[in-house]
């Protein structure tokens, strides 16, 4: 009479069974692990590219600033409202030279700076073009916004130069060039102008910078 064989799995198949079951979710985790390490890194680098590209912008709006010299009969008598570059930490406007494309061809008065948006802060250009009775400083209200980058964390900008630039053809007076965070020259602009932008991104605060060189005419 033959001996009928117990139910069941023998201890040595169970630990083989449970040994092979741990390699392959060990093999899957890895994989989720690895996969969100990959999707996380490149939504980095997007979020990255995105504030590195307004810094471009901004960069670039700047570089094309235009100093100009307003006939005496033509100025304005509103304060703060002659000169073609003003700058503080957080905003500047300047006289802009555009070849024109999206913006007006000519010289349009530019300022960058920081606006309340539905999501929070965020970064913006007005711009209009520049007319010698409005100077420097018309109204928000009635100049071309556009956006530039939301939920901002930090816009700083700095200015280096001397304030105290002597007329054209005699000799500099004054304090020599230096870094500020306020630019209120009415007959220069700076030589270089530093950018810093930061943004809410992923939980965490990304941050670019550059520093631009102003054409002296």
Not at 134 to 150: C, E, F, Q
Request: charged share 15%.
């Amino acid at each position: 009479m033959k001996r009928r064989a117990p139910d069941g799995f023998t201890l040595l198949e169970l630990l083989l069974a449970i040994s092979i079951l741990s390699l392959i979710t060990g093999s899957i985790l890895g994989g989720i692990h690895l996969g969100r390490r990959t999707w996380e890194a490149s939504r980095a680098g997007d979020a990255l590219d995105e504030v590195e590209s307004a810094v471009r912008a901004t960069t670039g709006l700047i570089s094309r600033s235009y100093l100009v010299q307003t006939e005496p009969a033509m100025q304005t008598t509103q304060p703060g409202t002659s000169g073609s570059f003003r700058g503080a930490r957080d905003a500047c406007r300047f006289i802009a030279l555009s070849e024109g494309g999206g913006q007006w061809g000519g010289l349009i008065v530019t300022e960058i700076g920081v606006d309340n948006g539905p999501d929070g802060p965020e970064l913006a250009v007005w711009t209009k073009p520049y007319r010698p009775t409005d100077g420097i400083a018309p109204a928000r209200a009635g100049m071309r916004k556009t956006v530039i980058l939301s939920n901002l964390a930090d816009l700083q900008f700095s200015f280096f130069g001397s304030q105290q630039q002597a007329p054209m053809g005699l000799p500099q007076q004054g304090p020599p060039p230096a870094w500020s965070q306020i630019w209120k020259s009415q007959t220069g602009m700076p030589i270089l102008v530093s950018v810093k932008i930061a943004a809410n991104r992923m939980g965490h605060t990304l941050a670019a910078d550059a520093t631009v060189a102003l054409r002296q005419q």
